[in-house]
């Protein structure tokens, strides 16, 4: 019998806030693991723009400077 793989850790990426405080998110948050990151789509309009919605996408490595 094999053992069973650990479960990755998860974390929460709360998202951007809107542009103007009259515009409301689509989306609070996403879960995600760490290797994942989170990247946001955004809607415009007249008034600003706000989070419409996302993809889970790897997360690059960290570059040195």
């Not at 990755?8 to 103007?20: F, N």
């Not at 706000?50 to 690059?60: A, H, K, N, T």
Request: proline share 14%; net charge positive; aromatic share 8%.
């Amino acid at each position: 019998m094999s053992k069973p793989e650990p479960a990755k850790r998860r974390r929460w990426v709360p998202a951007p806030h809107p542009s103007h405080p009259g515009l409301h998110s689509a989306l609070l948050n996403v879960e995600c693991a760490e290797d994942e990151d989170v990247e946001w789509h955004w809607t415009e309009t007249a008034t600003g723009r706000f989070v419409s919605g996302y993809q889970i996408v790897p997360r690059l490595p960290k570059t040195k400077p």
